[in-house]
């Protein structure tokens, strides 16, 4: 039962990694584009995701096995505002999905705690990703007059 779910919080954890660094570089790329108001809102959520790769490693700890140090992806850089928000979708969804499956893998494996760790983490992630689609939203209906709106 433990090296699965091991397993599981494993995975999760280097989701977190990636989204970590991806939205660390987007907050220092659109600071120095002057989208401060974007960026302080990616800076809040690369906390977020920071907070639940600890959670992950604690209950990883707890269970006997090794946190992960390194990320699932490469992150990308220099993309239009459109394009980064489009690629931060695909990650919150991809988590998304991944969180609503591990947390039914972990509840038959028996192990409601770490069930409940990946709901938790779920919740934050819907919130993110409908942030990420409403201001993809406001770029796609409002072009330049929303995106001035972000410059601080
Ligand atoms: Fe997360
Ligand atoms: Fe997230």
Known sequence: MKEKVVGLLNEAREQELHA??????QHYELEDQGYGKLGKQLKQIAITEMKHAEELAERILFLGGSPVTKPAGEVKKGLSIADLLKNDIQLESGAVKMYNDYAKLCAEEGDHISKGIFEKLLAD???????????????????????????E
């Not at 990420?132 to 007059?145: I, S």
């Open 20 to 25: 970590i660094s991806q939205y660390m570089a």
């Open 125 to 151: 992630e819907e919130e993110h990703l409908d942030d990420f689609q409403m201001t993809l939203d406001h770029v796609e209906k409002l072009g330049d007059v929303f995106i001035t709106t972000l410059i």
